[in-house]
């Protein structure tokens, strides 16, 4: 039987869809980007309104573009630990940690969140790179016996206050149990779901990860249904809750060339653990050495910006350029225009001001403490 025509999206076959992508068209998605080779639904109408949805109720995300590579054999744990910075060991059975994978250079190639499903089982839910292919080239002359694929797994999030409230309607009380960076297994009317209480908002959330993408369409309404009457809406993941909590995006707060120590995640890098990783000897020289810049908040003078960036804005001091802003936008709880940036070291300190040449002229900009709301996070703790 053919199925009932839609209106088309997308620039040809190469673009994958994800197990949500006619769900969301439903439901009123208005534009998408590309993401991991992916659509990403970036647009369901107002995005402060999508802001308000998130903060004060509850939102659902379709995130598959956080593609997972799946890390098994006997030798699995070894060759996760060459990956990343962070000492393994400390991370158990059933946990999530945030975690960076660096290269030689001590560059960041990504930021994923790291799922230890087994002990040696791995999922790394990343960010806009592709990772899957670095694995398999690092572990082509490793000599560790292991298995690196992608599987099919489509993560959604479910993120806002009333989170909570609508997994326990789905799942019931042991949903409550669940840790924050902690993951457990679940079947929802047999679609089988490995669920962690973790998320791209700044906000209480869970990420629902699909094992069978047959079943796209059928887990996301039954999502909305039951989260219905606690005011959950669509949504796609929030530039201005982000940038409150001080979030950063690969591509755009950091890349290839950005080192953990530049953006101050020195508790991501164990660079006294007995364990080798890729760039451990680059990051031992840069901590020696220090940074030659620093990534930094800042508040931005004038009208409410209308979006978020689509450019690095210059910062200037005294006629020179001393950094970029990497990401802005206004907040409107806050009321004013924030924004994290790449600045030279020695203009990082708490006050100091910056030129900011915008699209519209040339304004002003202070550093201020980051993150810019909920410091501590108390929210996604909760």
């Given amino acids: 039987m053919f199925k009932q025509k839609q209106k088309e999206f997308g620039f040809g076959t190469q673009i994958r869809k994800s197990p949500y992508f006619d769900a969301t068209v439903r439901w009123g998605v208005k534009g998408f980007s590309v993401y991991n080779h992916m659509y990403i639904p970036r647009d369901f109408g107002d995005p402060e309104q999508n802001f308000w949805n998130l903060v004060n109720d509850a939102i659902l995300c ?42 030689a250079e001590g560059g960041i190639l990504n930021d994923p969140i790291l799922l230890r499903l087994e002990e040696n089982r791995f999922w790394i839910s990343l960010a806009d790179t592709d990772i899957l292919l670095w694995a398999q080239g690092v572990a082509i002359n490793s000599g560790l016996n292991v298995q690196i694929r992608e599987p099919d797994v489509s993560p959604l999030q479910l993120q806002g206050p009333k989170s909570g409230l609508i997994m326990k ?42 094992q069978d993408g047959s079943k796209g369409d059928e887990l996301w309404e039954k999502i909305m249904a039951v989260g219905a009457p606690f005011g959950l809406k669509p949504g796609h993941t929030s530039a201005i809750r982000r940038i409150e909590g001080g979030m950063l995006s690969y591509h755009a707060d950091m890349n290839i060339n950005t080192n953990p120590y530049e953006l101050g995640l020195d508790r991501l890098v164990n660079l006294d653990m007995e364990a080798d990783f890729i760039g451990k000897a680059a990051l031992k020289r840069i901590r020696t050495e220090g940074v030659s810049r620093k990534h930094i ?63 519209d002229g040339e304004t002003a900009a202070t550093v201020v403490e980051r993150p810019f709301y909920d410091p501590k996070k108390r929210l996604a703790a909760a």
Avoid: H
């Fill in 169 to 210: 309607a789905l799942f019931g009380e042991s949903i409550n149990d669940l840790r924050y960076f902690w993951l457990r297994e679940y079947d929802l009317d047999g679609i089988p779901l490995i669920i962690s209480r973790t998320g791209w908002s700044s906000e209480l959330g869970y990420e629902l990860y699909l």
């Fill in 62 to 103: 379709d995130v598959s573009v956080e593609r997972q590579v799946e890390i098994t054999g006997p030798d699995a744990a070894q060759f996760v630990q060459l990956l990343i910075p962070r000492d393994l060991s400390k991370c158990a059975v059933g946990q999530c940690i945030y975690t960076l994978i660096t290269n």
């Fill in 297 to 359: 908040g800042l508040l931005i003078d004038g009208p409410a910006l209308s979006g978020p960036n689509t450019n690095f804005w210059d910062l200037g001091k005294e006629g020179e350029c001393v950094g970029i802003i990497t990401s802005a936008v206004f907040s409107p709880r806050l009321g004013q225009n924030i924004a994290l940036a790449m600045v030279r070291a020695d203009f990082a300190d708490l006050g100091t001001t910056f030129e900011v040449d915008m699209p």
